[in-house]
C-alpha cells in the first residue's frame, strides 16, 4: 500500500503592518491639543496611512539609518519612518506640536520610544543634531521648502539619501535639468550636492486641511560637487547673477557680477560656455567653470 505524500506544511501568516493614523485620529489628536493647522507654518497633515508607507516605501530606508524628519507635526509620519528605521530625528519648530510628539510615539510605538529624537527648532537654523542623520524624509512646508532641503544638505554631509515632499511645481524645479522651462536656480544649486529625480505626485485629499495643488516627491542621492577651486559661495553667486535676468545672454546677466561685460564675456570663454547663451542650458559643472575663471584673473 502506498503512502500518502506528506501535504506541505502551511505557511505562516506574515505580520500585520504596524497601524498608522488616520484621519479620525488626527482630527481627535488636534482637537485635544487646541491645534489648527496654519498656512503661516505650511502645515497640511497626512492623514492617509498608505500614503505614508508609500512615501516610506519610495525612500529606500535601511533598516540601520538614522531619518532625519522636518516638520513632522502630529507624527504620522514619524511613525511610518520608526517602523522602517533604526532612529528618527525629528525637528520642529511649533512648540505645541513638538510638546506632544513624545506621548504619540509612546502611545502608538511603545517599543521605540527610546529610537526617537526631538528637536525644538527651526531647520533653516539647525547645524547639530542628537544623532547623524544618512537620510531625510520629510513633508516640507511650501513657502520654505528649498531653502531647508539646501541648508540641510550644506549642513548635514551625513545625508546620503532622502525624499522629500513639496509642492510639485517645486519639485519639477528641483529634479529639472539644463534645457528645461522649469530649470532655475533651485535646480543647479540642489545638483551641487546631489542628483534630484521626481518620484511621484500626490493627490490633495491626503491632508487635512486639503491644499489646493498636488504634491510631489523628489528623491536625492549625495554625489560629490564638481571638481574645482571655486568655492561653494562663489559658485552659488554666479548662479544667482545668472538667474536674476534669465532672459538676458550670460554675457549680459554675469556683467554685474563680473564687474564688466568684457570680464564676463572673458571668464565665460575660458570656462567654456559659449557667451550668447542662457543660464537655462548649462549645468553645475560649467557654474563652476565660470566661477573658478573669475577667481583666477588673467595675468
Aim: proline share 8%; with cysteine; aromatic share 6%.
Amino acid at each position: 500500500m502506498t503512502e500518502p505524500s506528506p501535504s506541505a506544511p502551511e505557511s505562516l501568516p506574515s505580520a500585520a503592518p504596524a497601524p498608522l493614523m488616520g484621519a479620525s485620529d488626527i482630527r481627535r489628536l488636534a482637537e485635544e491639543i487646541g491645534v489648527r493647522p496654519t498656512k503661516t507654518l505650511g502645515q497640511n497633515f497626512v492623514i492617509d496611512g498608505n500614503t505614508i508607507r508609500r512615501i516610506v516605501a519610495a525612500a529606500d530606508i535601511r533598516a540601520d539609518e538614522t531619518v532625519l524628519e522636518v516638520g513632522p507635526g502630529l507624527g504620522s509620519l514619524t511613525l511610518g519612518l520608526l517602523d522602517a528605521a533604526r532612529t528618527v530625528v525629528a525637528v520642529e519648530i511649533d512648540p505645541v506640536l513638538a510638546g506632544r510628539l513624545p506621548a504619540t510615539v509612546n502611545q502608538w510605538r511603545p517599543n521605540a520610544v527610546g529610537n526617537f529624537h526631538l528637536v525644538l527648532a527651526d531647520a533653516m537654523r539647525v547645524t547639530e543634531l542628537p544623532a547623524e542623520p544618512t537620510a531625510l524624509v520629510a513633508n516640507l512646508p511650501y513657502n520654505v521648502a528649498v531653502p531647508v532641503v539646501l541648508h540641510l544638505l550644506q549642513h548635514f554631509p551625513s545625508l546620503q539619501h532622502g525624499l522629500v515632499m513639496v509642492q510639485d511645481e517645486v519639485a519639477d524645479r528641483l529634479a529639472a535639468g539644463p534645457g528645461s522651462k522649469t530649470y532655475g536656480v533651485p535646480s543647479v544649486k540642489a545638483a551641487w550636492y546631489s542628483s534630484m529625480r521626481k518620484a511621484g505626485v500626490i493627490g490633495m485629499n491626503v491632508f487635512w486641511p486639503a491644499p489646493k495643488i498636488h504634491s510631489g516627491l523628489v528623491a536625492f542621492t549625495r554625489r560629490e560637487p564638481p571638481v574645482t577651486t571655486a568655492t561653494r559661495e562663489q559658485v552659488f553667486a554666479v548662479i544667482d547673477a545668472a538667474f536674476a535676468q534669465r532672459r538676458k545672454t550670460l554675457r549680459a546677466a554675469l556683467a554685474g557680477w563680473a564687474g564688466s561685460a568684457a570680464e564676463a564675456e572673458r571668464c565665460l570663454r575660458a570656462a567654456g560656455v559659449d557667451p550668447s547663451a542662457r543660464g537655462e542650458v548649462i549645468d553645475i559643472a560649467a557654474f563652476a567653470r565660470i566661477a573658478e575663471a573669475h577667481a583666477q584673473p588673467e595675468s
